[in-house]
């Protein structure tokens, strides 16, 4: 693989070696301040990261050895572990939920009608919206007393909800907010993807008397595995990163219920100033993106080679 | 025949798509509705359209908090880092491309590798070595760690190598130096790749809210997201100077994007990052 990301540099060789050296001191001034950059923001915090999750620190004083201390207690943690489980409930249902949405979303997008650029340009406009946005206007639109969507549901009949507010409904209310700010999202990649896809294959299927909704997910969607394995991928990979909504609308409650595992990372270094307990928090959780990144990548890849998948 | 009878009637697909848009823009509507009406409106159930257009949240919202040094704030750093990112993934992603040079593969996978590392996983030793660097609760702190992104050098990495290498091999046989040849040559084909690296660097270090959040502390330091933040926390029930405020922090994206629509579609859906 790494052979093909570099271009075969034979035809150079016959170059005066001067302007050899020359070129390598170009190109050494060229990625100079990137490879520093990237390498002291980069590369440096990972190993500081691991370091630091075996030390005990409150970022002002010294840091202290603190041997496997703070992953040992990781693991007695009833917080910790009720983050995890929030963490996995709100991934579980956040990345099927968006994924299914976007596809569907884009599939309705993917027509020449009149107005269809108004109808794509409200779908993208979430895209741009900042998450400390999204979460203040939630906050409001899902208030319990004065918000419009409990007197929406209390027109056509339906029970009104604490949303944020009640232990029970506060992680699905995030849930279907994040959703909102992420369907604009797949949508846009997967229209993208679905233009790609040649017209004629879905009106040969047809006039071979195919309608239009088994074309979709019999051509089109299979025809856009890959795209659909980087979106699960990524989607996964965010919703396992979740904080700034839970920052901005609950704040980890009530009662933890929103408590997910990043936010619980943040609480312990720069509430509690437990940075070492933290850093171990970061670690595992490291390891994890990198596990389910990697299996995804396998499984997804496996499917295309095989061809009767 | 067919077909313009077809586009005479309206689609059935408009039953679906216009709800469909309503349910994507109602709270962004519902910001401009609640922000136009007054206090007492807004604590009444069930909510209804305010009466007249009251503005006056708007000046509270712009003179009860620096909104303006926000916004100033967060263009300084997000056009810092856009400029710096251009310059810096240009010279990277050209020498990774066309440079043979000794310990290139090697650099390159290590900037790959950094891709695969979320930010939260660095953030705390992030903060030490901004610490160690003196740098705290300022606006260097929040751009310097954003310069260079790996993907961008990634990016144009990928652009060079799609260009046909005769178009250097005149210039270089002139004796024009490297430098010289990536922008005064290859600069001018360059602008789909770099709106791409512009867009997607914009939209990162404007919306971040994580990193300022660790890194600042004092308002003349907030970038606009965490001074809403903030600003929610103080006029928690307030909705009408707090949907005001938010509109206001977030005209300067969406307005971009209004005019922009195409560069940022094409941005987001080559590269697949929001």
């Known amino acids: 693989m790494t052979a093909a990301l570099f271009p075969a540099t034979a035809g150079r060789r016959t170059k005066p070696s001067s302007k050899k050296s020359a070129d390598q001191r170009a190109a050494w001034g060229m990625v100079a301040p990137s490879v520093l950059l990237i390498g002291l923001f980069g590369l440096v915090p990972v190993a500081w990261s691991v370091v630091l999750s075996f030390q ?25 572990r009720e983050s995890i489980r929030h963490t996995v409930v709100y991934t579980v249902l956040f ?33 741009v919206t900042s998450t400390v946005a999204t979460g203040v206007i939630f906050s409001w639109l899902l208030d319990p007393d004065y918000g419009i969507v409990n007197a929406l549901l209390d027109k056509v009949g339906l029970p009104q909800s604490g949303f944020f507010s009640s232990p029970d409904s506060a992680l699905y209310t995030m849930v279907a907010m994040t959703t909102w700010g992420w369907v604009g999202f797949g949508a846009l990649i997967f229209l993208a993807g679905l233009q790609s896809i040649p017209q004629d294959l879905v009106e040969a299927a047809q006039i071979d008397g195919c309608t239009r909704t088994r074309a979709f997910w019999l051509i089109q969607v299979p025809l856009m595995r890959p795209i659909i394995g980087f979106m699960l991928v990524w989607l996964t990979i965010n919703a396992l990163q979740l904080f700034d909504e839970v920052y901005v609308t609950t704040k980890g409650g009530p009662l933890h219920a929103t408590t997910v595992v990043v936010y619980y990372l943040y609480q312990q270094a720069f509430v509690y100033f437990h940075a070492g307990y933290a850093a171990a928090i970061a670690c595992l959780l490291f390891v994890a993106i990198l596990v389910i990144t990697v299996i995804q990548i396998r499984v997804s890849r496996d499917r295309d080679l095989d061809p009767s998948g | 025949m067919a077909r313009s009878l077809r586009l005479r009637a309206p689609s059935p697909w408009h039953l679906v798509l216009l709800p469909l848009a309503l349910v994507m823009l109602v709270p962004l509507i519902w910001m401009l509705v609640t922000s136009l009406s007054t206090l007492a409106e807004t604590h009444r159930f069930p909510p209804g359209l305010p009466s007249s257009l009251h503005w006056e949240s708007y000046a509270q919202a712009w003179n009860d908090s620096p909104l303006a040094h926000w916004l100033l704030n967060s263009t300084i750093v997000s056009v810092t880092c856009v400029v710096s990112n251009l310059v810096l993934c240009s010279l990277a992603g050209y020498a990774f491309a066309r440079i043979p040079f000794a310990g290139s593969r090697l650099l390159f996978l290590g900037i790959l590798a950094t891709l695969m590392v979320p930010f939260q996983v660095v953030m705390i030793p992030t903060l030490l070595i901004v610490k160690q660097l003196g740098l705290v609760d300022s606006l260097p702190a929040l751009i310097v760690p954003n310069l260079v992104t790996p993907f961008g050098i990634y990016l144009l990495r990928q652009f060079f190598l799609s260009l046909p290498a005769e178009l250097e091999e005149a210039a270089t046989i002139d004796g024009a130096g490297r430098v010289r040849i990536l922008f005064s040559i290859l600069l001018p084909l360059m602008g789909p790749p770099l709106s791409t690296v512009a867009v997607l660097t914009f939209l990162q270090v404007w919306n971040d809210f994580l990193w300022p959040l660790v890194v600042t502390s004092s308002p003349e330091t907030m970038t606009v997201q965490l001074g809403l933040a903030s ?19 977030q005209l300067p994206v969406l307005l971009l994007f209004l005019f922009g629509q195409r560069y940022f579609v094409r941005s987001i859906a080559t590269t697949g990052i929001k």
């Open chain 1, 56 to 80: 005990h620190s409150d970022l002002q004083t010294p840091a202290t050895w603190a041997g496997t201390s703070n992953y040992r207690e990781l693991m007695h943690d009833p917080v910790f």
């Open chain 1, 95 to 127: 990345v099927p939920i968006t994924l299914v949405c976007s596809l569907l979303v884009a599939a309705a997008l993917n027509r020449r009608l009149r107005g269809i650029s108004l109808y794509r340009l409200a779908v993208f406009v979430p895209v």
């Open chain 2, 231 to 249: 600003f929610q926390s103080a006029h928690f029930t307030n909705w009408p100077v707090l949907m005001a405020s938010t509109l206001l922090s």
